[in-house]
């Protein structure tokens, strides 16, 4: 399958500052990537630091003045990335709460609600059709501070905030779970797009409980904990503005069906 995806920010820096941005299609093996990653301020371009993280993650890095920077990403993906296998530190990272998938606070509502001792598959497809009938997406109804608490509280969010409520259940019942940030084929509106990954069977398998894209076109581009490790931009320093952005992501071809049942996994 061959992909084309893109992404273009423009945004205002007020005061001097740092910046980190995570919009590269994450390099594994198996993959193709004919790529370009423009960072131009005021005219001038940038050469960013990229940093290496794990699963292909890369950051892109650099420290910057005030002004207007624009970012333009695009990127042809063809081939199928090679499944990696997990460690054992990432079954034992990918089982712990975290900032925003405070699995901890859930234990003893999940042990309620699911039956521990059923195999993990069951129980990510369980947790992923539960959280899809318990909320309503709804854009804007979330606020980036927000974790899986509150988004069970409220009974609505945006995708990070399914896929965080995924996350924290799954771990909650001790099934090792991460998130992705990813390009995503056929979702409307376009935007960037996260997934939930349950470690089953010694496979990473891809579950989305919002059902708005198919996952077998997914491109990944980082993955981590929570939304604090695949945030598309971090920043370190004076206050910065997007001012725009828009993102695009689409297959040569038609869209592949996906049933939301079978599993999956992010190639």
Not at 112 to 139: C, I, M, N, Q
Not at 171 to 182: D, E
Not at 220 to 249: P, Q
Request: proline content about 6%; overall charge negative; glycine content about 8%.
């Amino acid at each position: 399958m061959k992909r084309d995806v893109s992404a273009h920010l423009d945004i205002g820096i007020a005061a001097p500052t740092t910046l980190e941005f995570q919009l590269a299609v994450a390099r594994l093996p198996g993959l193709e990537i004919d790529e370009s990653l423009v960072f131009e301020q005021d005219g001038r371009t940038i050469r960013p630091q990229e940093i290496p993280g794990p699963h292909g993650t890369r950051i892109h890095k650099f420290a910057t003045g005030t002004g207007n920077l624009r970012v333009h990403y695009t990127a042809t993906v063809v081939g199928t990335a090679t499944l990696e296998p997990a460690s054992d530190y990432d079954i034992a990272v990918y089982l712990r709460p975290s900032r925003f998938a405070e699995s901890d606070k859930m234990f003893g509502f999940a042990a309620t609600e699911f039956d521990g001792d059923a195999a993990p598959a069951e129980l990510a497809a369980e947790v992923t059709a539960w959280v899809r009938r318990r909320l309503r997406y709804v854009a804007g109804s979330s606020d980036p501070i927000d974790g899986a608490v509150e988004t069970l509280l409220s009974g609505a969010g945006v995708c990070r905030d399914f896929s965080h409520l995924v996350v924290a259940l799954l771990r909650a019942v001790k099934v090792p779970a991460r998130l992705a940030a990813v390009y995503a084929p056929g979702l409307y509106p376009m935007d960037f797009h996260a997934i939930a990954e349950a470690y089953i069977d010694g496979v990473w398998r891809a579950f989305d409980a919002t059902g708005l894209a198919p996952r077998s076109s997914l491109v990944r581009i980082a993955t981590g904990r929570d939304a604090s490790d695949i945030a598309f931009m971090d920043n370190h320093g004076g206050e910065v503005f997007v001012n725009s952005m828009w993102v695009s992501a689409i297959i040569d071809g038609f869209l592949p069906f996906d049933n939301g049942v079978d599993p999956v996994s992010i190639v």
